[in-house]
């Protein structure tokens, strides 16, 4: 080796291109070279092509006022907000959306592929035929399905079924909860003033609950016998928090509010509107078809005689399922389940379809309004690719860490 | 050598990459839309492929309405042939783009001309040729007469329109609040308003005539009496090919006058050989050269004329009393005589300020000579 290396300067230019390895580098530096190359000619075009018609690129437009009003808003957002704000209030709708959707249709998903695996044949194929059905839907047809012949057949806000219906004396109508074609709105505790003593409470409930669970961790370290940790935790916070709102009858720190029916809407309480389920609704279903598939891989990956040993050792069917053959159907299950993640973020900007807005139907306002579409498509490329990344890299961080735990 | 070919291949596809960008680049130069139509043989016209009455895609496969007859008469201005036309139907959000990249040589899809889509989108608006103005459709028993009305209330709209825009600064202007409901098509909309889902649409008088005309329950609504904008149709063709927009102007001012002196596609020929008025007979090509001005043959009048019709009887054909849309000509006020003759039923869409000024409207056409 070391004598190759040292007699090799001397053989001159032709044994140089010989070398595989240089020859190599060599290919891929022109590569590189002819890569940035066509990008920046494409780009230089497309800006000379822009400014010749006097619509040089510029993002200016993102601190201007942008006019428009957004029907579902989790911060606070009016016509004079700027575009970057409007931008912001999509943004966050996609990804409050795509949160739920992924770890709902990650539960629906684990019941789905427990009864396709079930030894029962009608629940099986019940089972088997969701799958097949909703997987073989475009999801679009499946939202509109959805969103017309479900949640708008639903009653008019005037006639909508409510619980609890009470009228005032002046003749307001309020109820616990009303199910209309408008949506779901629900009573909900309101803050009060004395909400700013009960947040003491909630902060040492939180810290009861994490010393619980560190203790029970370091237990389990030293005895080696597992408890339900996460549980007890949760349970602390909840007695703590309960006792504390016991405690504090009298003075409140939460006050409910009920729903109140105006001329239009009703107003109060918390609202989900039928746009916002019909979206969430349908993307679970349609999603967690595929959890379900891909985690059936999982599972019939591991080999017959892992579930048969176990059950020869005298563990039920169910916990011989979630301690040996979960565990190990995990490691099969995770990079399908990455790209299943992956495809959510991008499905929930099908919402433009039945008026929830997300980011891709805030991003079409604001080309409308601005006429700045490639900036705006540029922008939004951007921003599902880093949504799209950030799911990648936190997925690869979690298939490493399963992959590990197993050696 | 495998690798080499490669090299050599990826180059070369480089190179075609620059060019097509370089050649695209160069598009809108002085007089090219038009020889780039003539030497294609037709015309490419951005439509609407779902607005009843205005422009619709026929299940023919076929599209027909009264802004489909601006481009068919470009197209028999320099074809002498209405057919040679290629629609690309096109949203509200895609509209402009498609001009601006040079997809089709005119956009003709209810665009209001505006200061910022004159300016910042690098478009030329011909003259308007139709007067519109947005509105509200609502539900009768809902008792809403005017804008305050509607505080609170759920309000659906099109994206991607001006109407959008338009909604949030009245409703901002008179402290009033409400909730939009954005739909990117216009069936999803009605399907979700006609259901009860928002209390209602707002969008321009004509639209909200020609698709409340087509629900079966439709005298279950009414339009609101009044109007939060102008909104002035007008064709747009891209900046820096003054020739061509100056055709497409020239398409539209020869329906108007057309119409002025009466002139129609059943007597053209009889007023081509009888007539003695200077300006006609330059305007039907029987002396001076105008066409040959514009690009086109000097019987480019007449052939728009005899082949699609004057403005009045393509208003009438597609939007007039025997329509669905029923809209009888002789109701409309003009505005100079008290207002912008605003009917009151859903059904009526005003020609308002669309007369021609001879009648005290605002369609005027600059002398033809």
């Known amino acids: ?407 | 050598m495998k690798m080499k070919k490669t090299g050599i291949m990826l180059i070369a596809l480089c190179m075609m990459f620059a060019t097509a960008f370089e050649i695209s680049a160069q598009a809108a130069k002085h007089g090219a839309t038009l020889d780039a139509v003539k030497k294609r043989g037709y015309l490419i016209a951005g439509v609407n492929s779902s607005n009843a009455g205005w422009s619709y895609l026929k299940p023919d496969g076929t599209y027909e309405g009264f802004e489909v007859e601006f481009a068919r008469a470009i197209a028999a201005a320099i074809f002498n042939d209405p057919a040679k036309v290629q629609y690309r139907p096109l949203t509200s959000k895609e509209r402009f783009a498609a001009l601006q990249s040079g997809e089709i040589d005119v956009l003709i899809r209810t665009a209001t001309h505006t200061l910022t889509r004159d300016t910042d989108l690098s478009l030329n608006f011909t003259t308007p040729y139709f007067y519109d103005g947005q509105s509200f459709l609502v539900r009768k028993d809902l008792g809403v007469k005017k804008l305050e009305d509607l505080d609170g209330a759920t309000i659906a709209v099109l994206t991607g329109s001006t109407g959008e825009i338009t909604l949030s600064d009245v409703m901002a202007a008179k402290g009033l609040k409400y909730k939009p409901l954005l739909f990117e098509s216009l069936d999803e909309l009605k399907n979700a308003f006609f259901s009860g889902r928002a209390d209602a649409w707002t969008s321009d008088k004509s639209s909200l005539a020609a698709t409340a005309a087509t629900y079966p329950n439709a005298s279950d609504y009414m339009t609101l009496d009044m109007t939060v904008s102008k909104e002035p149709l007008a064709m747009a063709v891209r900046h820096g090919d003054d020739d061509w927009y100056d055709l497409v102007q020239w398409v539209l001012n020869a329906m108007i006058f057309a119409e002025e002196k009466d002139i129609t596609s059943v007597n053209v020929s009889k007023v081509k050989s009888s007539t003695k008025d200077p300006e006609i007979q330059s305007f039907l090509g029987v002396k001076n050269q105008l066409g040959s001005l514009l690009g086109v043959s000097n019987d480019w009048a007449y052939n728009i004329i005899k082949k699609v019709g004057n403005y009045e009887e393509i208003f009438n054909k597609h939007l007039g009393p025997k329509t669905i849309f029923n809209i009888p000509r002789g109701l409309s006020q003009p505005w100079t005589k008290g207002g912008l003759m605003y009917s009151k039923t859903i059904f009526n869409i005003p020609r308002g300020l669309s007369q021609p000024w001879t009648k005290g409207g605002l369609m005027y056409s600059p002398p033809f000579k």
């Open chain 1, 1 to 407: 080796m070391i004598e190759h290396t040292e007699t090799k300067p001397k053989l001159g230019v032709r044994s140089f291109f010989q070398d595989e390895r240089t020859r190599n580098l060599v290919w891929q530096f022109v590569f590189f070279i002819v890569i940035v190359l066509l990008v920046f000619m494409t780009m230089r075009n497309v800006i000379e092509a822009l400014t010749e018609r006097g619509m040089a690129p510029s993002f200016k437009f993102l601190s201007f006022s942008s006019g428009i009003t957004i029907g579902e808003t989790i911060i606070e957002f009016d016509s004079r907000s700027s575009n970057l704000r409007a931008l912001m209030v999509g943004l966050l709708n996609t990804i409050s959306i795509s949160v739920l959707v992924i770890l709902f249709s990650i539960l629906f998903g684990f019941v789905v592929v427990l009864c396709r695996i079930s030894s029962n044949w009608i629940v099986s194929h019940v089972a088997k035929a969701y799958i097949e059905i909703i997987r073989n839907i475009p999801l679009l047809m499946l939202l509109l399905v959805w969103y017309r012949a479900f949640f708008l057949q639903m009653p008019g806000i005037r006639n909508a079924i409510m619980f609890h219906k009470k009228v005032s004396e002046s003749g307001d109508i309020s109820a616990s909860m009303m199910l209309s074609n408008r949506g779901l709105h629900l009573v909900w505790p309101i803050p009060r003033d004395s909400f700013h003593i009960y947040r003491f409470i909630l902060l040492g409930a939180l810290l009861v609950a994490i010393a619980v669970y560190i203790v029970s961790r370091l237990d389990y370290r030293k005895t080696g016998r597992k408890k339900p940790g996460l549980l007890w935790a949760f349970l602390s916070f909840v007695g703590v928090a309960g006792v504390g709102l016991i405690c504090m009858i009298g003075n409140e720190p939460f006050s409910l509010q009920y729903p109140v029916l105006g001329k239009f809407n009703a107003r109060g309480g918390l609202y989900v509107s039928s746009e916002w389920f019909s979206l969430f609704s349908g993307l679970v279903l349609y999603t967690s078809a595929f959890v379900a598939e891909a985690l059936r891989a999982g599972i019939q990956g591991v080999s017959k005689g892992q579930m048969e040993a176990a059950r020869a050792l005298g563990l039920g069917h169910l916990r011989a399922l979630r301690l040996v053959v979960i565990p190990q159907a995990k490691i099969v299950a995770i990079p399908p389940l990455t790209s299943i993640f992956l495809g959510v973020a991008k499905n929930t900007s099908l919402g433009v379809a039945i008026g929830f807005p997300d980011l891709f139907s805030i991003t079409g306002t604001i080309i409308n309004q601005t006429g700045r579409a490639l900036e705006m498509i540029l922008i939004v490329m951007a921003i599902y690719l880093s949504i799209s990344g950030l799911t990648s890299i936190f997925m690869n961080w979690y298939n490493h860490k399963v992959q590990l735990v197993e050696r």
